[in-house]
């Protein structure tokens, strides 16, 4: 079976990029909802003119098994998939790939790579699904470095083991959303951790970057799905316990996780399944306000009740997803269980919105084991929605001259309203001097009893050319908001390379040299992803 | 109005401790119970005969008004309340009594305190309420040192502010359970985290030692409860962003979370607190194996239900706590809300635990706000029951003789039967060589979807004069049946000096070797309360 191919410079699964016509359809379309001048069918690259500098090192013949230099697997380790990214390799820039690519299949295949990395004075910078947002992967590492070799987790893919008692699974860090789903699924479990990027990103990737769930509330974070973890670093193995729970001293996993690969390479963890829901309920609320269904936001989150779905919209956002056709706020909410029936979880909820100053028109919709059952393998899977082709529309947005991105942060309620307002006078202000023009619109993709998590989407149209200077304005206009305000520089798309002088400021500057003592006992040649979360 | 005086050896308030009557009724009731022999009154420590010796070190005169030599306050520092520090208590040997014992009013005075030991080569032990069960605040520093300081926080013990819309409360590190509880009622807030010691424990504490609350299933531990926090280190200030959550690299919050005061002071953290519950609901489920009861607490922890007790005591415990006057084992099931009554919620629990093979045999029991409001105030408050009267028994059963103590961990429900099995084995056998005889009983305190923490408690009758000898066997013998089963050495107790031999076989190497480097950096002197978790 031929492999499938993944773009090379875009979101996703090559075959998925849309043909003329369709991009001509969506110009049109744009056009209309946004109104910005000059939209465009910019010329595709062309995959042969891809000029790559040759690699600066080779890899010794004890791991010729292991590492490649070929083009094609350089090229697409050369990014991610923020913005930024998907510009360069619009514009056919490879200058910076990666000299070599390890493809390892084992911990030992892993410490050999680092020991020969230690050795020739190479960085090395591990690789999930690639679809780092903040330059988590990218090979720009200090010159110090002779080289840069990405260390691919492919090849370590599978669900190694499930204990059905506990509802554990130890899992490769390579595997894909899609791939540990279907494992799991074949012993009635699920992780329940949906990214947007799910399609390709992996566990391991989850794990390194504090990835956020699909899910409002409760276990939604990578973070508290991990019961364990293993992880080779230059200086070792680093093995936890599988444990429910420990009060033995700081959380040695809660160290790693969120490390962002500048400590080791995480290649397991033991995670926390559950049973696949059987029971689902859903409503959606309309606001003619979005600041009532702010409240009414914030009333269901310090409720109690959980919902697995509490998901704020503004008119903008909920225009864009269809689930409205007028000016209004709309909150979507949904509970799931193994267990039991919702009607009194959904009730409440929608009581408590309505009280707030929403309508619920259409009322809840449950639906019982039966019906949830048939959902399964139909187009109906929740990473078959449109909030995952999300990322497919941006690409194809930049193929036509738009600088499209999106940031997100978490504040408490308390802030929230003063935040809210300067981001969206900041990023307009910014998106004027940068472009002439642009939108901006947020929805809450988490909420917590003490503050939601906002997640803004920006669209401006481009200059060609100086793309990445107007994106810069943009993003440098909304980091400095939430700097003011006490909110995070992010809640789920981790800090990378893009948001790092930003994260300087957020966290106690003690920590970063704590950090900075653990990294050079885990990693003392400082060769682990160099230059990602702390200065290189 | 004169202080209340807290015993000088035992647990709690000196007045609470038992008159010679009383403890002769316990003597005949222990004796019935237990059946141990020899019993007896033992003579209570004479306070007028306690010698101290005199102080090693002399502090500067611009301390003089934070620093106190006087034998009370160095004799009340001197132990936590551990069965190792009652009997040594009571034994009234205070010869490792600390040679200072400072009281800041600020953060400002910390500072000063902590440049003043650095230079007098003095070890600092931050003390709260001074109720560590593991040697947590005990004066035993490695000998390079020219003395010791307690540094107690009872003088900064306030809420310094609440804010109702993010459900959030700036507490300082001094304040106890019940003088920040009261603070909050003003408010219609409570923290709502009772561990055991709430009475004389403090916030601080509770965050060094990753304390766990009262309740069986989410937001129970202090780690979830902590928004931001503040500390002093030797090498300066340690203050983290208030958030509700955030994906910004390793969380820094869990860094200092279970540094048992080896890094720095915590001097406040800002609390996620919770509207005071308006609605309860409650069931006992009887099971006639103990094995049918877990089952029933797994099926429940893995709901979604989210109880807040979830607590199943074995035959003895059930006995001894006066649920139950046959052999069986006995799940106390409770919901708490202040939003919705919680009939869906403990019927399904208890269909749950029914299925199981348990028997409901008087039904739930639901009280909503009026009669929630009724029980404020009165006797019926959570921190006066009898959970929480357990360690003044216990420094009473120590002056009657009688080896008495717990210890707790975690483990998935996979490992528990065996895990179970070979503690009450392995314990049983160090009783019976160390006292002759003996009892252990079990409880769950907390349940989580991949597995219970249990909770043991024994009793063997004391030999006099080897009552610390006979208390380590049985203590190495339950901890190494844990180290065996891959469970936790402690889900609450925290590691102390006491269980740092098995902590350190616990964690991975590599991860000690971190925090070792994160103490250089934020202690450069090793001065901060050494010996507690990992080695001085």
């Known amino acids: 079976m031929p492999e499938r191919a993944r773009s090379i410079w875009g979101w996703g699964w090559a075959d998925r990029f849309p043909d003329e016509d369709a991009r001509r359809d969506l110009v049109e379309k744009a056009g209309a909802l946004l109104a910005f001048p000059n939209l465009a069918l910019l010329p595709l690259p062309a995959l042969d003119r891809i000029v790559l500098p040759p690699p600066r090192i080779e890899a010794p013949p004890d791991l010729a098994a292991i590492v490649r230099s070929d083009a094609p697997e350089r090229a697409s380790h050369t990014y991610g998939r923020s913005y930024r990214d998907i510009v360069r390799g619009f514009r056919g820039d490879f200058s910076r790939a990666p000299d070599l690519v390890a493809i390892p299949s084992s911990e030992d295949d892993i410490a050999r790579v680092l020991e020969w990395c230690a050795k020739a004075n190479a960085a090395v910078i591990p690789f999930g699904g690639g679809t780092s947002v903040v330059g988590g992967v990218e090979p720009e590492v200090p010159a110090r470095f002779s080289g840069v070799l990405s260390l691919d987790m492919r090849g370590m893919d599978r669900v190694l083991d499930v204990d059905p008692i506990s509802r554990l699974a130890r899992i490769q860090a390579g595997a894909t959303g899609p791939r540990l789903e279907?494992?799991?699924?074949?012993?009635?479990?699920?992780?329940?951790?949906?990214?947007?990027?799910?399609?390709?990103?992996?566990?391991?990737?989850?794990?390194?970057?504090?990835?956020?769930?699909?899910?409002?509330t409760l276990y939604t974070h990578i973070d508290e799905l991990v019961a364990s973890l293993r992880m080779i670093a230059p200086s070792?193995?680093?093995?936890?316990?599988?444990?429910?729970?420990?009060?033995?001293?700081?959380?040695?996993?809660?160290?790693?996780?969120?490390?962002?690969?500048?400590?080791?390479?995480?290649?397991?963890?033991?995670?926390?399944?559950?049973?696949?829901?059987?029971?689902?309920?859903?409503?959606?609320?309309?606001?003619?306000?979005?600041?009532?269904?702010?409240?009414?936001?914030?009333?269901?989150?310090?409720?109690?009740?959980?919902?697995?779905?509490?998901?704020?919209?503004?008119?903008?956002?909920?225009?864009?997803?269809?689930?409205?056709?007028?000016?209004?706020?709309?909150?979507?909410?949904?509970?799931?269980?193994?267990?039991?029936?919702?009607?009194?979880?959904i009730d409440r909820a929608i009581a408590i919105a309505v009280a707030a100053g929403g309508r619920c028109p259409e009322g809840k919709k449950t639906i019982g084991p039966d019906a949830v059952r048939g959902e399964r393998g139909t187009a109906a899977e929740l990473w078959r929605s449109a909030f995952l082709e999300a990322p497919y529309l941006q690409s194809t947005l930049v193929s036509l001259g738009v600088v499209v991105d999106t940031f997100e942060t978490a504040c408490t309620w308390t802030r929230f309203p003063s935040l809210h307002r300067e981001i969206i006078e900041r990023v307009r202000a910014a998106m004027k001097r940068a472009c002439g023009t642009g939108r901006i619109s947020c929805r809450f993709t988490h909420v917590y009893p003490d503050g939601p998590a906002p997640y803004y989407t920006f669209l401006a149209p481009a200059r060609l050319g100086a793309e990445l200077e107007q994106w810069a304005e943009i993003k440098a206009a909304a980091s400095e908001?939430?700097?003011?305000?006490?909110?995070?520089?992010?809640?789920?798309?981790?800090?990378?390379?893009?948001?790092?002088?930003?994260?300087?400021?957020?966290?106690?500057?003690?920590?970063?040299?704590?950090?900075?003592?653990?990294?050079?006992?885990?990693?003392?040649?400082?060769?682990?992803?160099?230059?990602?979360?702390?200065?290189?």
Chains 1, 2 share one sequence.
């Open 481 to 536: 908001a939430l700097m003011a305000h006490g909110a995070t520089i992010t809640h789920h798309h981790a800090v990378g390379r893009v948001h790092r002088p930003w994260y300087a400021r957020e966290v106690p500057p003690l920590f970063l040299d704590a950090l900075g003592a653990v990294k050079r006992t885990l990693d003392p040649h400082g060769m682990m992803n160099p230059g990602a979360l702390i200065a290189g």
């Open 182 to 216: 279907t494992a799991l699924a074949e012993h009635g479990f699920t992780l329940r951790h949906y990214p947007q990027s799910f399609e390709f990103s992996t566990l391991g990737g989850w794990i390194a970057t504090r990835a956020g769930g699909h899910f409002a």
């Open 236 to 345: 070792g193995r680093f093995e936890t316990r599988t444990l429910p729970a420990s009060g033995a001293g700081p959380s040695a996993d809660r160290l790693a996780i969120g490390s962002e690969g500048t400590l080791g390479v995480i290649t397991e963890a033991t995670m926390r399944v559950q049973a696949r829901p059987l029971h689902r309920a859903k409503a959606n609320v309309d606001f003619d306000r979005f600041e009532d269904g702010v409240e009414a936001a914030r009333a269901i989150a310090q409720s109690g009740l959980h919902p697995s779905n509490c998901r704020l919209l503004d008119d903008r956002e909920a225009m864009l997803f269809g689930v409205a056709f007028e000016k209004k706020s709309v909150l979507l909410l949904g509970f799931e269980s193994n267990d039991h029936a919702l009607d009194a979880w």
